[in-house]
């Protein structure tokens, strides 16, 4: 449960954009990208009892990626694309082949 809420990130996230740029906060989200990936290869390794670093570089990629949204404009296009994918997964879980 978020105690802050959308519209309040959101204001946060543009001022982030506006007072870093979009070119650094693009690379952020690459670089927050790259923890996720480590952590996740960790924990595959068998760091498994360290999932706090996880949570923590889901949450930074989280927060980079709603920037992303931003930086492009492409809200209601991820949103489409979301549905497709999960549609299209949905079709593969539960269709006998």
């Known amino acids: 449960m978020n105690v802050i809420d959308y519209d309040t990130r959101r204001v946060v996230y543009e001022d982030a954009i506006n007072k870093l740029g979009d070119r650094n906060q693009i690379t952020k989200a690459i670089e927050e990208m790259s923890e996720l990936t480590k952590e996740l290869c960790k924990y595959l390794e068998g760091a498994q009892d360290d999932k706090d670093k996880i949570y923590l570089e889901i949450a930074d990629v989280t ?19 979301m549905d497709f994918q999960i549609e299209r997964l949905a079709k593969r879980l539960y269709t006998k082949i």
């Open 63 to 81: 927060i980079m990626m709603e920037q992303l949204r931003i930086i492009f404009e492409c809200n209601d296009d991820v949103c489409e694309c």
